[in-house]
């Protein structure tokens, strides 16, 4: 093999956000959970991961680069999935460029990753989810793994636990399996994408900085120190994943929102039960709690769920365009960007939702009414500049090919970043 050829794939990967969250580990080596969680993929046009994986006989160790900086490989977590895929790869023939690689081979060729996230890394946009996903799911057709999503994802669960979840699109769940091996961890689809396809997804942004406690050491910390966990992850989560199922399944979305609402404030609860206690959400995620919370019980039934995972970002759940429209007034009339922003940076993902809502300028913004269920009360008071943008979008598709070369990450001659 002294030949110089580069073997790549370019794979999309979606990002996913949990309604009935994970939180705990029973192994922290192989990422096995405390509780089973049920999550919405959220459509890859506008928060995905993209990877490109090559192999060449000419590279001399595994590499990574991630959003254009080298990374390194030796951490334990991207180990672990190079070896497991390593331990099923097939051969591989490429007849048009006249490559072969056989099963064994595989052990000792090297690999280059380059993956970039079209949205903040590590800001509580799950990242690592989509990321591990891809990073696995790219590989093993790279690799030639003639494994199903179910068995890929009980290895993207050792890059990242929410990661498992991220091999399907629409709704999945991750069972927690009962294994000491971890091989029933694994993540199944529920309903696909288009099963519930009214729901619309608004994400707050609230802050894109990084966070301070990890997923990892948070849930370490939870785990270690928290009387309240156990009870959520024997008592109360089991009772909730078959609510939630029978929820997604009947389309019912009054169930779904009061689901997905206590359980991020169950998981923030536990955080605050922490010791020392962990703070996720900041005013601005409580004010959003507020907004919805009045909103909803004003309708005298859920229009929006709302959760939040490990940070202050909003993920907000709309049950039909309209809701999410009457959201998105709610939204710019008590969060108006500062008045140097422009609009078309402030609602980003899918605009159409703007459209409807008939804002398109800032002027728009500030004619904004108060919504009704503040009008008796004294002027409801404004928080410019609190949420840094917007991201309307809806569940989506799993991963998936990219065959466009302009896609590519890796130099197709070289094997090195573009
Ligand atoms: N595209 C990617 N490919 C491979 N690994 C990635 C990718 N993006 C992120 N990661 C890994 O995930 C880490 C960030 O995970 P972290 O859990 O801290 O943040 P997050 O996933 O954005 O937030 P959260 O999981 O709490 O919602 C990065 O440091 C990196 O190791
Ligand atoms: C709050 C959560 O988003 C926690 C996600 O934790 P991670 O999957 O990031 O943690 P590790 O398994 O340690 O990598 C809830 C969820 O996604 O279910």
């Given at each position: 093999m002294a030949e110089k050829w580069v073997l790549m794939v370019t794979a999309q990967t979606p990002t996913n956000i949990a309604v009935i969250k994970y939180w705990g580990k029973r192994d922290e080596n192989l990422i096995l959970p405390i509780n089973d969680s049920i999550s919405v993929t959220l459509d890859p046009q506008h928060l995905c991961t993209t990877t490109s994986v090559a192999v060449s006989p000419a590279f001399t160790h595994d590499r990574m680069w991630l959003n254009g900086k080298e990374i390194s490989l030796s951490g334990g977590r991207y180990q672990n999935c190079l070896r497991e895929l390593r331990a099923r790869a097939s051969d591989v023939e490429d007849e048009e460029k006249g490559i072969k690689i056989a099963k064994k081979d595989w052990e000792k060729l090297h690999v280059h990753i380059a993956s970039y996230n079209n949205f903040p890394t590590a800001a509580g946009l799950a990242s690592s989810a989509a990321g591990f996903a891809c990073l696995v799911f790219s590989l093993a057709k790279l690799m030639n793994v003639k494994e199903d999503h179910s068995k890929l994802s009980a290895i993207a669960r050792q890059g990242s636990g929410s990661a498992c979840r991220s091999l399907y699109g629409g709704f999945v769940k991750w069972i927690m399996g009962k294994e000491e091996n971890g091989s029933d961890s694994i993540a199944v689809q529920l309903?696909?994408?288009?099963?519930?396809?009214d729901l619309v997804i608004i994400i707050a942004v609230v802050s894109s900085r990084q966070k301070e406690t990890s997923s990892t050491s948070g849930m370490r910390e939870t785990v270690e120190t928290s009387m309240l966990i156990e009870h959520r992850a024997k008592e109360v989560v089991p009772r909730r994943i078959i609510q939630m199922e029978e929820a997604i399944k009947d389309h019912d979305f009054p169930s779904f929102s009061r689901l997905a609402c206590s359980d991020s404030n169950q998981f923030h609860a536990v955080c605050l039960d922490t010791s020392p206690p962990i703070f996720y959400m900041n005013d601005t995620s409580h004010r959003i709690i507020s907004c919805i919370e009045k909103w909803n019980r004003f309708e005298g039934t859920p229009q929006v769920a709302y959760t939040f995972d490990a940070g202050p970002n909003a993920v907000l759940i709309a049950h039909n365009r309209n809701a999410a429209k009457l959201l998105l007034q709610r939204l710019l009339f008590y969060f108006p960007p500062q008045s140097d922003t422009d609009l078309s940076s402030y609602v980003i993902g899918d605009k159409s939702i703007l459209e409807d809502a008939g804002v398109h300028n800032m002027k728009d913004i500030e004619a904004l009414a108060a919504p009704p269920e503040v009008k008796d009360n004294t002027p409801a008071q404004k928080y410019k500049g609190d949420v840094s943008y917007f991201i309307c979008t809806r569940p989506g598709k799993g991963p998936v090919l990219l065959n466009d070369e302009t896609k590519e990450l890796l130099n197709a001659e070289t094997g090195l970043p573009n």
């Open positions: 309903a696909d994408e288009k099963h519930w396809g």
